[in-house]
């Protein structure tokens, strides 16, 4: 009866243990699932982006240009001042920048070409010149080159805390700290009007930059950053 019992307790508790392995199996399917999904649609987003950049920039940019281009031929060859139509050229040299704004920003150049570091540091200069604001870039470390897909996903965090601190916080200073290493780090602080400690951020915007370090397999931080403000950071493996 003892070996009985013994064998029964024995068979329970190993059958206990296969469900949980298989419990344990199934919800690890169930992650990478979810991964594949999440980095899947991420990828199309990005894909996208690239299809609608070229557009602007082969398409209507291009046209802009050549209607540009024949006002200039109008001017010369019709009874048509000069101050008639410069108005119209200084409105569609001002479509035409939007427009190269546009493509750029959906699709950073400088990132497929020089790298993450370069294409970051742009990116702040950029928006430094088109704000009031005070952005300031630090780099520390040798820049360790990294897949496009991830490159661009880490460039599409920043930008989303750039702009979040532009638009929506009013933040008068922004701060941009990148520190490669074993891992990439990437510090973003503001001054703007932040969020109590009690309070949870949320949006489209804070919920795509957590996916995008879901994929990358690192963390994402946003905290009140002390006096005002907020402080994010991004963590990256990059071994």
Known sequence: MLILAGGIVFF??????????????????????QQKMMEAALESQESERKRVAADLHDGIGAMLSAVRMNLGTLARTESVSAETIQPVKTMLDETIESVRKISRD???STLEKFGLNVALKEMCERFQSLTDA????AEQGEAVPMEKSREIFVFRI??????????????SAISVRVNW???????????GKGFSADEQP?????????NRARVLHGTFIIEPHKPSGTKATLTVPLT
Do not use: S, W
């Not at 005070?134 to 870039?137: F, K, Q, R």
């Not at 920043?158 to 933040?171: F, P, R």
């Open 12 to 33: 329970v508790l190993f059958y206990k243990k296969r469900m949980l392995e298989a419990r344990l199996r199934e919800q690890n399917l169930e992650v990478m699932y």
């Open 106 to 108: 959906l699709l950073p």
């Open 134 to 137: 005070g952005i300031t870039y």
């Open 158 to 171: 920043v930008q989303e805390l750039i702009n979040n601190a532009l638009k929506h916080a009013n933040a």
């Open 181 to 191: 290493g074993m891992q990439l780090l990437i510090v973003v602080t503001d001054n």
């Open 202 to 210: 949320k949006g489209l915007g804070l919920f795509n930059m957590q």
